[in-house]
């Protein structure tokens, strides 16, 4: 059975920092493209930042803030988040995908980011 479980989430002030956690089970996971997204109230998922093997990628607005990393061996995907803003509150959502067209993907249930004073 596939699952992604993701940890980490709550509420930090602005200009704090948070931890992610996604653990991964059921599917060969060193194979797949692993994701963040985040979603805000009413609007579609939008993706943060993904990592295979060395390729790195963030959405511009996190770029230089959050760090998105992988251990194979743990089976795990991180996303260190640093100099929080409001506008980073949101749900976070762990994604992992198979590299080609159409390929296989799994979600997390998600966990809450709220940043604020």
């Known amino acids: 059975q596939v699952q992604l479980v993701e940890s980490g989430g709550g509420l930090v002030q602005p200009g704090g920092s948070l931890g992610l956690s996604c653990a991964a089970s059921?599917?060969?996971?060193?194979?797949?493209?692993m994701s963040w997204y985040r979603q805000y109230p009413g609007k579609e998922r939008e993706p943060v930042a993904y990592?295979?093997?060395?390729?790195?990628n963030y959405t511009d607005s996190v770029k230089g803030r959050f760090t998105i990393s992988r251990d194979n061996a743990k089976r795990t995907v991180y996303l260190q988040m640093n100099n929080l803003k409001p506008e980073d509150t949101a749900v976070y959502y762990c994604?992992?995908?198979?590299?080609?067209?159409?390929?296989?993907?799994?979600w997390g249930q998600g966990t809450q980011v709220t940043v604020s004073s």
């Open positions: 059921g599917f060969n996971f060193y194979n797949y493209v």
């Open positions: 994604h992992a995908q198979y590299p080609v067209e159409n390929g296989r993907e799994y």
């Open positions: 990592v295979f093997g060395r390729l790195l």
